[in-house]
């Protein structure tokens, strides 16, 4: 095991063997093994925005198994779906790649302004898989978010006895917050540390921007000077607002983009300090050799192999 790894999983000593050596398998697999960096296969799109919009771009992607398939052969880290498409391949596909099962989801059907998903799924499922972690969505910002967090609370408890990491997806959102203060920096940050707090051993949030959207928080900015104006600088203090870094913290893809535009941001996330991407649609909505092509440049940055 490299010295890199056992200073992450150092930062977990609150934890058992179980779940420190799940966190091990995900650092451990794939082109990135060893490295401290992940990229992470998530496909849950299909519940959050319909099967058309996330699979009619390249068809394949409505069969589970393309999903594990591409994982697999990329290289990634891990892969992440809900219980129905991990239910599709995980015998077939079992001990091939780390699998994260997606405990809630939301639709966009009644897509209202203040989120509650639903949960979807079980640590027994989990468990039942044979995945590594469990993941689940908090919605920072929203009327629910009291009601999201003890769901969190419960199911982190649960997971964590059973010897599975925990991730947790931060999304800031709600009826208060501007459709711009989703992705602020103040508040990425903000719901970053509220992942920490809650227990969350990987932490997914979105690419900050520059736009503070709290006034109180806008004065501490502005007044102690925080570096927030390149891209590396905001994951920078993303990642210190958790826990100093003592927290594996990845960021999201979003929506398919330009590959030059994603490499750069990997390489903002590198030179950063972030752990790493979780890349769906960008990966998964196009064929598979130029998708296994894409993840491996994304890799390359991320190892250092490609400047």
């Avoid at 590594?132 to 910002?141: L, M, Q």
Wanted: charged content about 20%; hydrophobic content about 40%.
């Amino acid at each position: 095991m490299s010295q890199r790894v056992r200073d992450i999983l150092s930062w977990y000593a609150a934890d058992s063997a179980g779940t420190r050596t799940n966190l091990a398998r995900m650092l451990n697999h794939g082109v990135l093994a060893g490295t401290g960096r992940l990229v992470i296969l998530p496909v849950d799109q299909g519940f959050e925005h319909g099967p058309a919009r996330s699979f009619a771009p390249n068809p394949a992607g409505y069969d589970p198994r393309y999903h594990f398939q591409l994982a697999i052969e990329a290289g990634c880290n891990a892969y992440a779906a809900p219980l129905g498409f991990l239910e599709a391949g995980a015998a077939e596909y079992a001990g091939q790649v780390p699998l994260i099962l997606k405990l809630n989801n939301h639709d966009v059907l009644h897509d209202e302004k203040d989120p509650l998903p639903s949960v979807t799924g079980s640590v027994r499922d989990a468990m039942r898989l044979g995945c590594v972690a469990v993941g689940f969505t908090i919605y920072p910002g929203s009327a629910h978010c009291h009601a999201i967090y003890e769901q969190l609370r419960a199911i982190a408890e649960e997971a964590k006895a059973c010897g599975l990491a925990v991730v947790v997806w931060s999304y800031p959102r709600g009826a208060e917050l501007s459709k711009e203060g989703e992705t602020a920096i103040d508040v990425v940050a903000y719901a970053a540390q509220i992942a920490a707090q809650m227990g969350a051993h990987l932490i997914k949030v979105k690419l900050p921007t520059a736009h503070l959207e709290q006034a109180a928080a806008k004065k501490v900015y502005e007044g102690q000077q925080i570096p927030i104006k390149t891209l590396a600088e905001r994951v920078r203090h993303v990642v210190q607002s958790s826990f100093d870094g003592r927290r594996v913290v990845i960021f999201s893809g979003g929506a398919k983009s330009e590959d030059t535009n994603v490499y750069e941001e990997a390489r903002a996330i590198r030179d950063g300090g972030g752990f790493g991407s979780i890349i769906g649609r960008n990966s998964f909505q196009r064929p598979k050799a130029e998708a296994i092509t894409f993840l491996k440049t994304v890799m390359g940055i991320y190892s250092g192999e490609i400047s």
